[in-house]
């Protein structure tokens, strides 16, 4: 699950406790929070700066386990900490908007979503 923009390391601290307290840089690993703040599932977030992030924005990937039932908790947890439902394509149009990628690879992007064979 990726959070992406200026709010996100207000929003991530809600969702996810480190393991282990005191200073470091991500990746961490620790717990991921439901919308009471309980723990829901154990794994890491990732932070990409700006200049490292498909999108030219600050972005924080937590990597849960990939259960639809905890993924949809936990997805609950970022909208009612501020987060917005990210729509079909947003982040190749956040990427194409900051000059990460040009229309051509846009493009490139979307006919490899949209892809029915592998070749």
Do not use: K, Q
């Not at 079909?88 to 690879?105: Q, S, V």
């Amino acid at each position: 699950m990726r959070v992406s923009g200026p709010g996100a390391l207000e929003i991530v601290p809600r969702l996810f406790r480190p393991a282990a307290p005191g200073p470091g840089d991500p990746p961490r690993f620790g717990r991921f929070l439901d919308r009471e703040g309980r723990p829901l599932d154990h794994g890491y977030v990732v932070v990409f700066p700006e200049t490292g992030s498909f999108t030219g924005e600050l972005t924080v990937e937590l990597w849960p386990h990939a259960s639809p039932a905890v993924l949809a908790e936990l997805v609950e947890a970022a909208i009612g900490a501020g987060a917005v439902h990210a729509g079909p394509g947003e982040f190749t149009y956040r990427a194409l908007c900051h000059g990460r990628l040009d229309l051509a690879r846009a493009e490139a992007v979307r006919d490899l979503v949209e892809a029915r064979t592998l070749y």
